[in-house]
């Protein structure tokens, strides 16, 4: 057994890769990063065993138990297996030098709330890919009854009388916020009476803990859709619970084999988790056939057509698979406009790509991407996790060889991503850094979750 609080070790090492390989074989999908984590915030609300399967081993979920270990959570993992016994929670007071670098972190304030009447958790601030203010949490604890106080960085919410308990209310979130949605059901499953949360966030991830908080007891309707309503239950029981496959992950690979003109299969997936995702490799020309329900295939057609991508909260186009699919459209026959809505400074990829011969010229909140033959390898640097997977997609298919900096933001989000590329046939390993090019600031921008 080991511990979960230790953080798998992220060195400063760059990604060598060899492109225009062909592809082929069997991809299999990890469990989702982000239903992990708020899976992970959500065990804080039972005070018995929680065994979570299917948990990936990433930076990212170390940073989740280091966190969870700090307030006096137990943590064992065997694998893929995640034990978490929050008896002894006993500290109300998340770390700033933990919150600071995993901002989902920030989502235990619902649970810590909920479990034991105070939180103090630190303002986990902007990153690579945007301010990404906390307001919402913050209102919506407000309506659940915490007095909520912001000094020195720290957010201090506390709840008064009545047990200590947070009292049901009718929340309406200015948008679909996933993270505020998360924070708020938690806090609300252990609240006196109905919590109505509306305009809420619809991802699968959402829905994923809501799943997990049922399991425990949880009297949760309505996840997956806009308006979700939580009877409040006065405590919750043990469970055994298996996180959904990551549709993040999926997407990806899936533009691995568009971009490499490669025939892939992928399991166990989720089909409807990305219909936005499948419905756009359709309208760029290729074939996605499900196999079996959990099981996806790409067939490529030899053809990668322009098409305009617009990002928006689920069921729309994932912000998460902007940048993979900005990587393909820079091959494709013709210009394609994608306008990214979620975050505003979500595009540090276009100049890099632009390194390796594409054409993509921004403007305000739209990359315009007009095809070209083809990339050629170059040295490039990865800004956040998701312009990683597009840089490392770009270099698969791109002429030479191409060296990616900045791996910190990868080791962050994809469970073994070097060892199923090179499964599949891709050329790439992992070097120490001799290089003389030093990364651009915006690399040191420590979180994106
Ligand atoms: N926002 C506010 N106020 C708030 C909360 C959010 O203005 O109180 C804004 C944000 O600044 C952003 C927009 O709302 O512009 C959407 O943010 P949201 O809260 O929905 O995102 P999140 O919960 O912070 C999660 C994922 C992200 C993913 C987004 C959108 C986790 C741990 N992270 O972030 O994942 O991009 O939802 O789907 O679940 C990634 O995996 O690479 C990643 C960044």
Redesign the pocket.
Known sequence: MTDTGSVPKSNPSVLEIWGRSSLKGHVTISGA??SA??IMAGALLCPDDCRLRNVPSLVDIGRMGQVLAAVGVKLERQGNILDINARHLNQSKAPYEIVNQL??SFFVIGSLLARLGAAQVPLPGGCA?????????VRGLQALGAEVQIEHGMVHAYVRGNGRRLKGAKIYLD?P????TETLMMAATLAEGETILENA?Q?P?VVDLANFCNAMGAKIRGAGTNTIIISGVPSLHSVDYSIIPDR?ETGTFLVAGAITHSELTLSPVVPDHITAAIAKLQDIGMRVIQEAPDCLRIIPTGIIRATDIETLPYPGF???MQAPFMALLTLSDGDSVITET???NRLGHVPELNRMGADIRIKGNNAIVRGVPLLSGAPVVATD??ASAALILAALAADGKTTIQGLHHLDR?YEKLEAKLQKLGARLQRVSDHSPIKAPSVTQSPV??
Not at 129 to 137: K, M, N, Q, T
Not at 177 to 180: D, F, L
Request: hydrophobic residues 40%.
């Open positions: 990063k982000n984590l708020a901002r989902a890919i945007g301010a990404r203010p906390v307001d919402l949490h948008y916020s996933v993270g505020a966030a991802e991830e993040i994932p912000t998460d979620v975050f505003e996790l998701r989000g994106n979750s």
